[in-house]
């Protein structure tokens, strides 16, 4: 195993719940997949798929904590769903922590509501989140709409992220949570340059 990818195992698996280290290797396996399918680099894509959660488990207290004393912009959005913060606070912590180079932070960054500047790397990573093997639903559309994204993402990492970010922007609808105006941009962005 690489040093780095040995050294951030060690730390997630001492500091992580079980359920979202397991969540964190189901992410790093599906990031090194899909790296192979769309010929990215496997180790980076592994370093940002294991790493990309480290922030999550930081109460809001926390997270506010954090960004107060690490200079993090924090969004309208944010200050009302700190939790959404912990891609901001892993992005930082993983560039100060494991020396993550800056397409590496914003993959990180942008995992959680997407962002208009979003490369390949990092639409693979922000898929690899919603799909990865350990993901389970109760509800049955929610379930059939997974299996959805993980057949699209196996040929066209494009629809796939379109379809995610639509249905996550459904259910925010139906909880009535604020839509973070990053996902509208990235889902505008794509449906323009769609390919008909
Ligand atoms: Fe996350
Ligand atoms: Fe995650």
Redesign the pocket.
Known sequence: MDEVLDKINNDLRNSLSEKRYK?SLG?MKKAEELAKIYNIDINKAKLVGLA??IG?ELSDEQMLQYVRENNIEIDNVEEVNVGLLHAKIGADICKKKYNFSADMQDAIKF?TVGNENMDLFAKIIYVA?KIEEGRIYKNEEKMKELQTVRELAEHDIDEALLYEIDSSIKYTIQKQKLIHPDSILVRNKLLKERKN
């Open positions: 969540h992410v990309h959660d999550k995992h989140d």
